[in-house]
Protein backbone atom coordinates (compact mmCIF):
# COMPACT_ATOMS: atom_id res chain seq x y z
CA UNK A 1 0.00 0.00 0.00
CA UNK A 2 1.78 3.63 -0.93
CA UNK A 3 1.35 5.92 2.34
CA UNK A 4 2.08 9.01 0.27
CA UNK A 5 0.80 9.54 -3.41
CA UNK A 6 0.39 12.12 -5.80
CA UNK A 7 -1.10 12.49 -9.02
CA UNK A 8 0.39 13.17 -12.11
CA UNK A 9 4.02 11.80 -12.12
CA UNK A 10 4.18 14.06 -15.00
CA UNK A 11 2.75 16.89 -15.98
CA UNK A 12 3.89 19.06 -18.85
CA UNK A 13 1.81 22.28 -19.89
CA UNK A 14 2.52 25.19 -21.38
CA UNK A 15 2.63 29.14 -19.67
CA UNK A 16 -0.34 30.59 -18.53
CA UNK A 17 -2.59 27.29 -18.29
CA UNK A 18 -4.24 26.36 -14.41
CA UNK A 19 -3.19 23.03 -13.38
CA UNK A 20 -3.79 21.01 -10.22
CA UNK A 21 -1.77 18.28 -8.08
CA UNK A 22 -3.18 15.33 -6.31
CA UNK A 23 -1.93 14.43 -2.65
CA UNK A 24 -3.26 11.51 -0.99
CA UNK A 25 -2.02 9.89 2.78
CA UNK A 26 -3.22 6.39 4.18
CA UNK A 27 -1.35 6.85 7.32
CA UNK A 28 -4.15 8.52 9.47
CA UNK A 29 -1.31 11.28 9.86
CA UNK A 30 -3.01 15.22 10.83
CA UNK A 31 -0.16 17.47 8.86
CA UNK A 32 0.16 17.66 5.58
CA UNK A 33 2.84 19.52 3.87
CA UNK A 34 3.88 20.63 -0.07
CA UNK A 35 7.37 21.38 -0.56
CA UNK A 36 9.30 22.53 -3.60
CA UNK A 37 12.67 21.03 -5.32
CA UNK A 38 14.57 23.11 -7.55
CA UNK A 39 16.54 22.11 -10.55
CA UNK A 40 19.59 22.33 -8.00
CA UNK A 41 17.61 19.72 -5.82
CA UNK A 42 16.85 22.05 -3.42
CA UNK A 43 13.88 21.67 -1.26
CA UNK A 44 11.69 24.49 0.05
CA UNK A 45 7.76 24.08 2.24
CA UNK A 46 5.45 25.85 0.61
CA UNK A 47 2.27 24.58 2.71
CA UNK A 48 1.30 23.25 5.75
CA UNK A 49 -1.83 22.06 6.64
CA UNK A 50 -3.12 20.37 9.86
CA UNK A 51 -6.40 18.73 10.36
CA UNK A 52 -7.69 20.94 7.20
CA UNK A 53 -6.01 24.16 8.67
CA UNK A 54 -3.80 26.33 6.95
CA UNK A 55 -0.86 26.56 9.18
CA UNK A 56 2.36 27.17 7.40
CA UNK A 57 2.15 29.61 4.43
CA UNK A 58 5.64 30.28 3.55
CA UNK A 59 6.47 33.83 0.62
CA UNK A 60 4.76 32.19 -1.96
CA UNK A 61 2.56 33.49 -5.07
CA UNK A 62 -0.71 33.84 -4.79
CA UNK A 63 -0.98 31.76 -8.09
CA UNK A 64 -0.35 28.67 -6.09
CA UNK A 65 -3.61 27.70 -3.74
CA UNK A 66 -3.55 25.09 -1.64
CA UNK A 67 -6.83 22.78 -0.75
CA UNK A 68 -7.18 20.22 1.90
CA UNK A 69 -11.02 19.11 1.85
CA UNK A 70 -10.29 16.33 4.59
CA UNK A 71 -7.18 15.49 6.42
CA UNK A 72 -5.73 12.91 4.15
CA UNK A 73 -6.12 15.08 1.23
CA UNK A 74 -4.22 18.23 0.27
CA UNK A 75 -3.96 19.36 -3.55
CA UNK A 76 -2.13 21.87 -4.80
CA UNK A 77 -3.58 24.77 -7.59
CA UNK A 78 -1.25 26.21 -9.83
CA UNK A 79 -3.17 29.34 -11.66
CA UNK A 80 -1.10 31.09 -14.36
CA UNK A 81 1.53 29.30 -14.94
CA UNK A 82 4.80 30.41 -15.49
CA UNK A 83 8.43 29.28 -16.56
CA UNK A 84 9.52 29.52 -13.04
CA UNK A 85 7.18 27.18 -11.25
CA UNK A 86 9.10 24.12 -13.46
CA UNK A 87 10.34 21.91 -10.41
CA UNK A 88 9.55 18.61 -8.55
CA UNK A 89 6.70 19.56 -6.15
CA UNK A 90 6.35 17.09 -3.00
CA UNK A 91 3.94 16.30 -0.78
CA UNK A 92 4.51 15.28 2.39
CA UNK A 93 2.88 14.11 5.49
CA UNK A 94 3.42 13.33 9.52
CA UNK A 95 1.51 13.15 12.76
CA UNK A 96 0.44 15.98 14.44
CA UNK A 97 3.13 18.67 14.62
CA UNK A 98 1.09 21.17 16.74
CA UNK A 99 2.82 20.26 20.30
CA UNK A 100 6.20 19.49 18.82
CA UNK A 101 8.69 19.40 15.66
CA UNK A 102 10.38 15.99 15.66
CA UNK A 103 7.89 13.80 13.84
CA UNK A 104 8.90 12.09 10.50
CA UNK A 105 7.61 12.95 7.62
CA UNK A 106 6.62 10.58 4.75
CA UNK A 107 6.82 11.48 1.50
CA UNK A 108 5.64 11.31 -1.24
CA UNK A 109 7.48 10.45 -5.07
CA UNK A 110 7.21 13.53 -6.14
CA UNK A 111 5.47 15.75 -9.55
CA UNK A 112 7.85 16.74 -12.12
CA UNK A 113 5.96 20.01 -13.61
CA UNK A 114 7.72 21.55 -16.86
CA UNK A 115 6.24 24.76 -17.99
CA UNK A 116 6.85 25.53 -21.71
CA UNK B 1 17.15 32.49 10.72
CA UNK B 2 16.87 28.77 10.81
CA UNK B 3 19.46 27.32 8.22
CA UNK B 4 21.31 24.15 7.37
CA UNK B 5 24.88 23.95 5.45
CA UNK B 6 26.11 20.69 4.13
CA UNK B 7 29.12 19.82 2.11
CA UNK B 8 28.94 20.78 -1.66
CA UNK B 9 28.86 17.52 -4.05
CA UNK B 10 29.14 15.35 -5.75
CA UNK B 11 31.19 13.26 -3.43
CA UNK B 12 32.27 10.48 -5.44
CA UNK B 13 34.09 7.21 -3.44
CA UNK B 14 34.74 3.45 -4.46
CA UNK B 15 32.93 0.74 -2.62
CA UNK B 16 34.08 -0.34 0.82
CA UNK B 17 35.23 3.53 1.03
CA UNK B 18 34.36 5.58 4.44
CA UNK B 19 31.96 8.11 4.25
CA UNK B 20 31.24 11.51 6.02
CA UNK B 21 29.02 14.33 4.89
CA UNK B 22 29.02 17.40 7.21
CA UNK B 23 26.24 19.19 8.20
CA UNK B 24 25.94 22.59 10.26
CA UNK B 25 23.45 24.21 11.56
CA UNK B 26 22.05 27.33 12.66
CA UNK B 27 18.67 27.81 15.01
CA UNK B 28 16.73 29.43 16.98
CA UNK B 29 15.26 27.42 20.35
CA UNK B 30 16.77 23.81 20.38
CA UNK B 31 15.93 21.88 16.67
CA UNK B 32 15.61 18.10 15.89
CA UNK B 33 17.94 16.77 13.10
CA UNK B 34 17.47 14.55 10.36
CA UNK B 35 18.74 12.98 7.25
CA UNK B 36 17.00 12.34 4.44
CA UNK B 37 18.11 10.28 1.35
CA UNK B 38 16.57 10.64 -1.71
CA UNK B 39 17.38 8.17 -4.48
CA UNK B 40 16.91 9.01 -8.38
CA UNK B 41 13.37 9.65 -9.51
CA UNK B 42 12.02 8.63 -6.08
CA UNK B 43 10.79 10.96 -3.19
CA UNK B 44 12.70 11.31 0.47
CA UNK B 45 13.24 8.70 2.97
CA UNK B 46 13.68 9.57 6.71
CA UNK B 47 17.09 7.94 7.18
CA UNK B 48 17.91 8.79 11.15
CA UNK B 49 17.42 11.68 13.70
CA UNK B 50 18.22 13.15 16.87
CA UNK B 51 16.36 15.14 19.10
CA UNK B 52 18.62 16.02 21.73
CA UNK B 53 22.13 17.31 22.40
CA UNK B 54 24.72 13.78 22.23
CA UNK B 55 21.93 11.71 20.67
CA UNK B 56 23.27 9.00 18.22
CA UNK B 57 21.01 8.43 14.94
CA UNK B 58 22.02 5.07 13.36
CA UNK B 59 20.05 3.21 10.66
CA UNK B 60 21.58 0.84 7.96
CA UNK B 61 25.01 1.39 8.95
CA UNK B 62 24.77 5.23 9.06
CA UNK B 63 25.02 7.50 11.93
CA UNK B 64 25.12 10.81 13.03
CA UNK B 65 26.00 12.96 16.50
CA UNK B 66 24.28 15.99 17.63
CA UNK B 67 26.89 18.07 18.50
CA UNK B 68 25.21 21.18 19.95
CA UNK B 69 28.76 22.44 21.20
CA UNK B 70 29.46 22.28 17.55
CA UNK B 71 25.85 22.97 15.95
CA UNK B 72 26.63 19.98 14.16
CA UNK B 73 25.12 16.26 12.55
CA UNK B 74 27.48 14.99 10.20
CA UNK B 75 26.66 11.94 8.66
CA UNK B 76 28.90 9.01 8.86
CA UNK B 77 28.98 5.44 7.01
CA UNK B 78 31.86 2.82 7.79
CA UNK B 79 31.96 1.44 4.30
CA UNK B 80 29.62 2.51 1.30
CA UNK B 81 28.04 0.13 -1.20
CA UNK B 82 27.01 1.08 -4.67
CA UNK B 83 23.42 0.96 -3.42
CA UNK B 84 23.92 3.84 -1.65
CA UNK B 85 24.38 5.92 -4.04
CA UNK B 86 21.56 9.01 -3.66
CA UNK B 87 21.47 12.50 -2.58
CA UNK B 88 21.66 13.20 1.02
CA UNK B 89 19.82 15.95 2.89
CA UNK B 90 20.28 17.21 6.43
CA UNK B 91 17.25 19.47 7.95
CA UNK B 92 15.89 20.59 10.81
CA UNK B 93 12.66 21.39 12.49
CA UNK B 94 12.16 23.83 15.36
CA UNK B 95 9.44 23.06 17.66
CA UNK B 96 6.57 25.65 17.48
CA UNK B 97 7.01 26.20 14.03
CA UNK B 98 4.49 23.89 12.52
CA UNK B 99 7.16 20.99 12.05
CA UNK B 100 8.20 22.27 8.89
CA UNK B 101 11.63 20.86 7.47
CA UNK B 102 14.28 23.50 6.92
CA UNK B 103 16.80 21.50 4.34
CA UNK B 104 20.14 21.85 3.48
CA UNK B 105 21.26 22.17 -0.23
CA UNK B 106 21.86 18.27 -0.58
CA UNK B 107 24.57 16.06 -0.94
CA UNK B 108 25.25 14.10 -4.05
CA UNK B 109 26.93 10.82 -3.34
CA UNK B 110 27.98 8.04 -6.22
CA UNK B 111 29.68 5.08 -5.00
CA UNK B 112 31.41 3.11 -7.84
CA UNK B 113 32.27 -0.77 -7.62
Known sequence: DTAVSQTPKYLVTQMGNDKSIKCEQNLGHDT???????????????????NKELIINETVPNR????????????????????????????????????????????GPGTRLTVL | GNSVTQMEG??????EAFLTINCTYTATGYP??????????????LLLKATKADDKGSNKGFEATYRKETTSFHLEKGS?????????????????????????????????P
Open chain 1, 64 to 107: FSPKSPDKAHLNLHINSLELGDSAVYFCASSQDVVAGGSNEQFF
Open chain 2, 32 to 45: SLFWYVQYPGEGLQ
Open chain 2, 80 to 112: VQVSDSAVYFCALTVYNQGGKLIFGQGTELSVK
Open chain 2, 10 to 15: PVTLSE
Open chain 1, 32 to 50: MYWYKQDSKKFLKIMFSYN
